[in-house]
């Protein structure tokens, strides 16, 4: 019985750390919008970037996912105008260690464990901080319907980025997968 519930636990440990961890990408669109009525799709802003090789690598993921989802790439006139972007931004975290108490030998009252006159030997110790700097990627991607110019779709991640340019892609394709594994959003289906 007592195994029976450890593995209970354990497995709803790991499913809620692993859903944790997949849900980084945030969908918002228009609930009125008929995405099935939305065949081709035309890049309006392709992402600009410092590394031109990232910018590349995120307009072939989602055009990957855009084409697995029916929906066919033009040059111009699509139904679905593309606009993505990656901005980056360089972050802090401050870090403080201590080195717990410090041993004082200067003559006063001692309020450790002994209280009365003597060394003490819970003085204030010593910290030492640290500045850590990374940097935050955020992808934004937008779907807007060409015939109205109104935005109909957006998919936004957020994530500590890698400086290897392998795992940064990797990491950037990962969330654009996660964008788009619920595209078209399953409630604004309307048929013809």
Known sequence: MAVSKRISVFVCFIFVATFAIADHAHIDYDHSANFSKYRTFTWLEKPQTDDPFMADRIVQAV???LRAKGLEPVTEGGDLGVRAALKTEQKEIINTYYDGFSSNWNWWPNWGPWPG??????GPGWATTYVDTYIEGTTIVDLIDTQNDKPVWRGTATEKMSHKPAKASKEIAEDIEDMFKDYPPVRSKISD
Do not use: K, L
Request: hydrophobic residues 20%.
């Open 63 to 65: 055009n990957g996912h």
């Open 117 to 122: 006159w003597g060394p003490s030997w819970n």
